[in-house]
Nanobody
Framework: QVQLVESGGGLVQAGGSLRLSCAAS????????MGWFRQAPGKEREFVAH????????LYSDSVKGRFTISRDNAKNTVYLQMSNLKPEDTGVYYC??????????????????WGQGTQVTVSS
């Protein structure tokens, strides 16, 4: 099992930036990919971005493409989400996930993965 701890959330005005961090511990050698998901009030959790641990393949949701950047530091077992040009609709709890499985090469499967406790991001208009 992998333990995940997110940090870096907060309150920011529209157009501003935030950087989220997620530190992994435990059985980190089993990680295939890590990713960020978010959940707005009254809505289901949705995919934001993921990065494959070996090779660094990334994928973004259309709603954040061009504004958010996911990256990793393998030595620190940490994944980051740099968020720029934030919009009020980016508001929500951001969760970090880690998985050891893939649907196919380069496509991680986060079902049954490990999750952090979440960090709140609030973007005011």
């Amino acid at each position: 099992q992998v333990q995940l701890v997110e940090s870096g959330g907060g309150l920011v005005q529209a157009g501003g930036s935030l950087r989220l961090s997620c530190a992994a511990s435990g059985r980190t050698g089993s990680i295939y990919a890590m990713g960020w998901f978010r959940q707005a009030p009254g809505k289901e959790r949705e995919f934001v971005a993921h990065i494959v641990w070996t090779g660094g393949i990334t994928l973004y949701s259309d709603s954040v493409k061009g504004r958010f950047t996911i990256s990793r530091d393998n030595a620190k077992n940490t994944v980051y989400l740099q968020m720029s040009n934030l919009k009020p609709e980016d508001t929500g709890v951001y969760y970090c996930g880690a998985t050891k499985s893939a649907l196919r090469l380069g496509v991680p499967n986060f079902r049954g993965g490990d999750w952090g406790q979440g960090t709140q991001v609030t973007v005011s208009s």
